[in-house]
């Protein structure tokens, strides 16, 4: 998605068995340490899983929308990344599903 993180497009069946609350979204599997998205709290997955016939790694946070961009298909992603190359100290703004909740990280891109 942006600095720092590593994932994959959830969607259809996989995404209603994480019990995503829209239809697609963007499954965290790993955030890098000293990155922008460890800087405002996104976590990376922590186990494997088989989820809806595949093999993944869940535990995460599931990226719901950055910027404002709900993530909805795949050419969304590339919109986020492009709305989070923001200049050092401009505020970062994601909602994820993290744990079963809807939660809203807010931080400031990094100097």
Known sequence: MWAGVD?????????????????????????YAGSDAEAVGLKGATRPETVAGED?????DVVLKAQ???VAQAADI?????????APGQE????VL??????????????
């Open 7 to 31: 994932g994959r497009l959830v969607f259809d069946n996989l995404a209603k068995e994480l019990k995503l609350p829209q239809p697609t979204g963007y499954l965290v599997t790993r955030v």
């Open 56 to 60: 993944i790694m869940i535990g995460g």
């Open 68 to 70: 404002g961009i709900q």
């Open 78 to 86: 590339l919109r986020i990344r492009d709305a989070l190359k923001l």
């Open 92 to 95: 970062i703004n994601l909602t």
């Open 98 to 111: 993290r744990d079963g909740r809807v939660v809203d990280l807010k931080g400031r891109q990094p100097k």
